[in-house]
Each structure stands twice: as C-alpha cells, then as structure tokens.
T-cell receptor, first 113, second 108 residues
Framework: DGGITQSPKYLFRKEGQNVTLSCEQN?????MYWYRQDPGQGLRLIYY???????QKGDIAEGYSVSREKKESFPLTVTSAQKNPTAFYLC????????????FGQGTRLTVV | QQPVQSPQAVILREGEDAVINCSSS?????VHWYRQKHGEAPVFLMI?????EQKGHEKISASFNEKKQQSSLYLTASQLSYSGTYFC?????????FGTGTSLTVIP
C-alpha cells in the first residue's frame, strides 16, 4: 500500500543536541512538506520541497534544516539553534496542493529536556 | 498569510448543525478541509477549486466564495465521530497554508 511514513513516533532529546526526523513516501509525489503543531495552534509550515534537490523556507524555518536528495525522502533536522523545539511534527506530500489533497504521516512528537 | 478560522471552538449536541468559516487575505486558487483527532494526523475531507461547485459527502459539505476569499464547512446532524479539530488549507500561487483551526466537540 502507498503511503507516507514518519519515524520515530516519539523522540526524546537533550537540549543542545541536533535531531533528525525521518519522512518517506512511496506515492511518487513531487511535493513534500514539514509542519510544526503546538497545542492550540494550527499547522505552521517549516519547509517545503517541490522537486528533488530544491526546497524553500516556510514561515518558521529558523533552527531547522532539510534535504531532498531523493524523491521519496525529506528528512528534517531540528538543530540546537531552535529555541523551543518541543512540538508535534507532521510531514505531508502531494502531487500539487493547488488542486489535490495532502497526505500526512502519523507525526513525530519531539520532546527536548 | 495563515487563513483565519471562526469560531475557535464549538460544542454541539448530537444532531445539531455547525458552520466553520475560513477567511484569507490573499486570492485563493483552492481551499482544502481536514479533520484531526487528538494526537493523530489530519484526515482529508474535501477540496474546493476556483471556479468549482460546492462539494459535499454525506452530511458534510463546503462552499467557496472566491471573491470574498472565504470558505465555509457545513456539518449537519452532527455525530459523535465528528469531534476533532477542523482545519482549512488555502492555496495561493505556490504557497499553501493551514488555518488556525476550529475545535469541535459533539456531546450526547
């Protein structure tokens, strides 16, 4: 079955450490996205990529980095520069969000202590 | 650039109706609607395209007013399973943003 997979589901890290969240899709989608969700808030765009080897910053890219070396994979690194990294992170993919739906992974809940 | 939703929260009894609004400051190409249960990924409900017709399935439907840059989601005869947070998503050019969210709780 096609889908989008995020791992791990729960992640704990010490303050000051970088951590990488995995996102893989086998839907053959060109576009992939990373969102951050905090309690009581909507989904805020961190980074998005519309094609391999190309990505753009969203509204809250500071303290995050991404790569898109393969069509199927779009990992997100939360760096030590991110001041408040504890959050629920969602990865999504789509053919084109202008006229088709977004498919979401199950999310990664990151807790930094 | 994030679209604004209203109301922020609503509590319904089973069988009651609700309307959730989504408003953008930018011209929209399309509007999506998703429902998210706590701790889970958002689930796609429907998409409305510019120039398209009102959409719906079962007791959930939506409209899209391109001139006003607004969309509304209509839930009729609500069921307990409708509880969750509803998000609109708006596409403008190459940008896509989710709304602020509306928490909907259906009680027996």
């Amino acid at each position: 079955d096609g889908g989008i997979t995020q791992s791990p589901k729960y992640l704990f890290r010490k303050e000051g450490q970088n951590v990488t969240l995995s996102c893989e899709q086998n839907l053959n989608h060109d576009a992939m996205y990373w969102y951050r969700q905090d309690p009581g808030q909507g989904l805020r765009l961190i980074y998005y990529s519309q094609i391999v080897n190309d990505f753009q910053k969203g509204d809250i890219a500071e303290g995050y980095s991404v790569s898109r070396e393969k069509k199927e994979s779009f990992p997100l690194t939360v760096t030590s520069a991110q001041k408040n990294p504890t959050a629920f992170y969602l990865c999504a993919s789509s053919i084109s969000l202008r006229d088709t739906e977004a498919f979401f992974g199950q999310g990664t809940r990151l807790t930094v202590v | 650039q994030q679209p604004v939703q209203s109301p922020q929260a609503v509590i319904l009894r089973e069988g009651e109706d609700a309307v959730i609004n989504c408003s953008s400051s930018k011209a929209l190409y399309s509007v999506h609607w998703y429902r998210q249960k706590h701790g889970e990924a958002p689930v796609f409900l429907m998409i409305l395209l510019k120039g398209g017709e009102q959409k719906g399935h079962e007791k959930i439907s939506a409209s899209f007013n391109e001139k006003k840059q607004q969309s509304s989601l209509y839930l009729t005869a609500s069921q307990l399973s409708y509880s969750g947070t509803y998000f609109c998503g708006t596409a403008t050019g190459n940008q896509f943003y989710f709304g602020t969210g509306t928490s909907l709780t259906v009680i027996p």
